[in-house]
Nanobody
Framework: QVQLVESGGGLVQAGGSLRLSCAASGSILRITTMGWYRQAPGKQREFIASSDSGDSTTYSDSVKGRFTISRDNAKNTMYLQMNSLELEDTGLYYC???????????????WGQGTQVTVSS
């Protein structure tokens, strides 16, 4: 099994910055894609950003140019640097990864519990 733990959320004023972390642990053979989703109150979970094992990154249009995703593969840790935060960025941020736990196991999807980001005016 793979456990994901997010950290770094909090309350920040509009225009400010936060850096989220997501640490993966457990029986990990290989992690392929890691990424972030967020869910605002009353809304569906939406894709924010992802990074594949080749360091290719993808961003949603809503955060492109403001958020930066990065990975430290040696530590199985992913980061989300969020700059120029807007009120609409408020939500519960979830990290996920696609990981292989053994050589014969299929690649499976794992989720963290989420970290709250609140942007105030």
């Amino acid at each position: 099994q793979v456990q994901l733990v997010e950290s770094g959320g909090g309350l920040v004023q509009a225009g400010g910055s936060l850096r989220l972390s997501c640490a993966a642990s457990g029986s990990i053979l290989r992690i392929t894609t890691m990424g972030w989703y967020r869910q605002a109150p009353g809304k569906q979970r939406e894709f924010i950003a992802s990074s594949d094992s080749g360091d290719s990154t993808t961003y949603s249009d809503s955060v492109k140019g403001r958020f930066t995703i990065s990975r430290d593969n040696a530590k199985n840790t992913m980061y989300l640097q969020m700059n120029s935060l807007e009120l609409e960025d408020t939500g519960l941020y979830y990290c996920y990864c696609n990981a292989k736990t053994t050589s014969y196991a299929a690649i499976s999807l794992y989720w963290g519990q989420g970290t709250q980001v609140t942007v105030s005016s």
